[in-house]
C-alpha cells in the first residue's frame, strides 16, 4: 500500500508542479512589449546669446505622453569641434513636456542631444541649433555633417 500510495502522491506532485511553470510560461508569454519613445524636440525659432533660453521636449510611448520618463537630460555641445558644453537635467511640466533652462555664451552652432529614459527603452534624438549670428562659412563647414531628430540619428534600446 505505501508504494501505491507514494506513486499516487508523486504523480499529483508532478501534475502540481506542471500546472505551475505551464501558468508561470504563460503569463511570461502575456507580458505587453516595452513602447518605443516618440520624441519632438519645441525649441525656439531664434536663440540669443547671453539670454536665457528654455529647451523643452515632447516624450511620448504609443499615442500617450511619457509623464514619469526615468531620466530626461539635455546635453549641449558645439558642433564643431564636439566639445560638451554641459548637461542640464529636464523637469517634466506635464503632458508629457520636458524641460531646462540655459544660457549660450557664443555665438555658433550647437547640438541638443536629449538622453530619455523609461524602463528598459532609451532614446537619444539630437537636434542642431544657430544661437545668434553665424558665418557662412561656418555653416558651409557644418553642412555635410547635419544632426537633428530627423536624420536618423535616433537610439533606440
Known amino acids: 500500500m505505501n ?16 500546472a505551475c511553470s505551464a501558468t508561470q510560461s504563460k503569463s511570461y508569454q502575456e507580458e505587453v512589449p516595452p513602447r518605443v519613445i516618440s520624441t519632438e524636440f519645441l525649441l525656439p525659432k531664434e536663440i540669443d546669446p547671453h539670454h536665457k ?5 515632447k516624450l511620448a510611448q504609443g499615442s500617450k505622453a511619457l509623464k514619469s520618463a526615468d531620466q530626461a537630460v539635455f546635453a549641449i555641445s558645439k558642433a564643431a569641434s564636439g566639445e560638451q558644453i554641459g ?8 503632458k508629457g513636456v520636458y524641460s531646462a533652462e540655459t544660457i549660450f555664451h557664443e555665438n555658433g552652432v550647437y547640438d541638443i542631444q536629449v538622453h530619455a529614459k523609461a524602463g528598459d527603452m532609451r532614446v537619444m ?9 553665424v558665418s557662412h562659412q561656418e555653416l558651409e563647414s557644418l553642412d555635410g555633417h547635419k544632426k537633428d531628430d530627423e536624420s536618423g540619428r535616433e537610439h533606440h534600446h
Open 3 to 18: 508504494k501505491s500510495f507514494a506513486g499516487v502522491l508523486s504523480l499529483v506532485l508532478v501534475f502540481l508542479l506542471s
Open 53 to 57: 533660453t528654455t529647451l523643452k521636449i
Open 87 to 94: 548637461e542640464i537635467a529636464a523637469k517634466h511640466e506635464g
Open 125 to 133: 534624438p539630437i537636434k542642431r541649433v544657430i544661437v545668434g549670428d
